[in-house]
């Protein structure tokens, strides 16, 4: 069954520059054949600078219904939509906009809760845990009020900039009142370590921890998502931690941003947001 465009077919976008590894149109697209939607997916190739230029003709088409938001754009978006759901405005950035019938623009975040929906699914829970997070860019900042909200212990958050880690650290505990601070990234004594920086996409990166430092037993999750697992994810086994890769955050991502733009998805039988989110 193909997907077939009419004139009353609604319209998604995913929008970033480079596109070509963009995996969101197949997903999508196959989703609106499954739930046989009158809609369709199609990339827009964006260049930073023309990003204002795009969202004005894009508020001009009454058919657009909903866009996804990669790089460049996640914070430059900010100041072109018109609301911002409480995620994007924690973490500063938007990755998903749904387009309302009456014109406004509400934008939303999902690389935080699809993180810890991911871990919830693989039984990797956060809550009553003791977190090391090792990087605070835009997935990191995401992923660092998610695993507040969703009941750590104590937070830790670790970054080569370490102004920036202080001040997401900062905002963290004012958010949501986990016990939050910033620190090196030593994952001795941690429950949880998780990698959200882009080390371990290159075979000879450096680790983003010392996996010496491990406690047998520890959770490590890699956001990374590789076809193989990442030398940090080995070394982690190897030390008898339980890992994970990034292909569960993935699946919780695009669930809560499917939710988020009306549609019922949950990939595999998996559970919609909601037990252990707050």
């Not at 795009?54 to 996804?68: H, I, K, P, Q, Y």
């Not at 996640?74 to 309302?100: H, P, Y």
């Not at 490590?220 to 982690?236: K, Q």
């Amino acid at each position: 069954m193909q997907t077939q465009i009419s004139g009353t077919t609604r319209l998604y976008g995913l929008i970033g520059d480079p596109l070509s590894a963009a995996k969101s149109p197949q997903l999508l697209n196959r989703l609106f054949i499954e739930q046989r939607a009158d809609a369709v997916c199609v990339p827009f190739c964006v260049k930073a600078d023309n990003l204002p230029a795009f969202v004005t003709g894009a508020r001009a088409m009454s058919n657009l219904s909903g866009l996804l938001v990669t790089m460049p754009h996640k914070q430059r978006m900010l100041a072109l939509v018109d609301e911002l759901d409480s995620t994007a405005r924690q973490v500063g950035a938007v990755n998903v906009i749904r387009c309302e019938a009456d014109g406004r623009w509400v934008g939303a975040i999902s690389d935080g809760v699809g993180c810890v929906l991911g871990m919830q699914w693989e039984g990797n829970h956060p809550a009553n845990k003791s977190v090391l997070l090792v990087g605070a860019g835009g997935a990191g900042s995401a992923i660092a009020f998610a695993i507040a909200s969703a009941g750590a212990s104590e937070l830790t958050i670790s970054d080569v900039d370490g102004h920036r880690a202080d001040e997401l650290a900062a905002s963290v505990a004012a958010e949501t009142g986990c016990p939050t601070r910033s620190g090196p990234p030593d994952p001795h004594g941690f429950d949880v370590v998780i990698n959200a920086t882009p080390l371990g996409m290159k075979e000879n990166d450096p680790m983003p921890v010392d996996p010496e430092r491990l406690a047998p037993g520890a959770i490590v999750v890699d956001i990374v998502n590789a076809a193989e697992p990442t030398p940090l994810r080995r070394a982690a086994r190897a030390r008898g931690c339980r890992t994970q890769d990034g292909g569960p955050m993935h699946q919780g991502q695009a669930l809560y941003a499917l939710r988020f733009l009306g549609f019922d998805y949950r990939p595999g039988g998996r559970p919609a947001p909601g037990d252990g989110m707050r």
